[in-house]
């Protein structure tokens, strides 16, 4: 197998034929679509909703719904990387791209059912968490296939382009939910807020939007086909275990580095994931958005987000993922900060300060997948990005864990601003002594 290295090198890990413009589009509408549940419903709809003052007292329950997704980031990293092994070797990655999406696009309908009365807040809390799980169960299989559709070359231009695309997404949907449900007093079909129909029904129109682009990449990309000498046997699924902890020693022996990166990622990675999750709650319960008022905050972050990952796509195949990463976290902890710091100030300082961080999320994530992708061996795609993602859910409870626990200590919900960026901060100085040029993982 021939090596490659952060900075780029051969193409060894493409499928021959595999590459077109076509499939990186029907790719990356993967994540067009799956801006309905981050934007939708982790994000600036429905945890803003169920966190709200019909469900109960805001602060309690925006802890709540940290030890709920605490709950769910332990089932993913202990599910997560053998699930990945397990769909490489068998050669069914897309299938299972396919059923975790729709299992999530069921529990995103099912939010419907999620009436604005503090008897429905366990549903809520278990539905964004059971979605949570399968949506990182499917983004294993789906970030695997970033091998098929890029070259070493360009892998950090596709990987930008989807995240890219994944920011757009949210973009128009997020206009379709506030302009056809959520803005006026009478919506489209007759749609009111009583009850929280308005954001009942968008939470349909969310599961239809995932549904319908998750089609592109499950009809036009190939299934992964590994070659026989990088098949591998298949096991049982609790000798998968055993397996995944004799490629984790042969990883440490050979790519220690990689180690390094994936205890580095997981933690950063944590708090991009609570700037995302909590973004759209610190907005609603500590700056007086309105529901409405957080959608429109919502769109003007993804414009910029989408902008800046796509641009720091092209950046990443000259410079290396490393420095868009580290540039990325430094940002985030600056603006951040200021959102801190600067919570009295009312509404300017986040439409200020919270907008300029979002320019540093989208390239942190694309980054970290590049990262890692380029240094994977062909046939253990699913298996390494399931690894990922285990590694960072293992530390998943870090971020909705210090955001609870900041709020809880000091009783009110701008303090958990604080808890994120401290998480932010660990990622980056674990970050900085690992090696930006790396063998292939053996």
Known sequence: MTGITEQGGT??????????????????????GSAAFNAV??????TVYITGTAFGDKDVISAQLGWALAIAGILVAVLAPVTGQRSDTAGRRKLWLGINTFIVVALTAAMFFVQASPDFLLLGLFLVAAGNVFFEFASVNYNAMLAQVST????GKVSGFGWGMGYLGGIVLLLIVYFGFISPEVGLFGVTGDNGLSVRVAMLIAAAWFGLFALPVLLSVPEYRSSAATRRQRVSFLRSYVVLGQDIARLWRTSRHTVYFLAASAIFRDG?????????????SVFGFSPGEVIIFAIAA??????????????????????????????????????????DGGQIVFWTAGLALTFFVGPAQSASRTFLARLIPAGREGEVFGLYATTGRAVSFLAPTMFALMVTIFGATYWGILGIMLVLLAGLLLLLPVKAMQDQIG
């Open 302 to 343: 993804n414009v910029v987000a989408g902008i800046a990952t796509i641009i720091s796509g092209s950046l990443d195949d000259r410079l290396g993922a490393k420095p868009i990463m580290v540039t990325a976290l430094i940002g985030l902890i600056v603006c951040g900060s200021l959102v801190f710091l600067l919570h």
């Open 41 to 46: 419903v982790t994000t600036f709809v429905f």
């Open 11 to 32: 193409d060894a890990q493409v499928l021959p034929g595999a590459i077109s413009r076509g499939r990186v589009f029907a790719w990356a509408f993967w994540d067009w």
């Open 152 to 155: 070493a070359r360009t892998i």
């Open 272 to 284: 991009l994931a609570g700037v995302f999750t909590f973004g759209g709650v610190l907005a609603a």
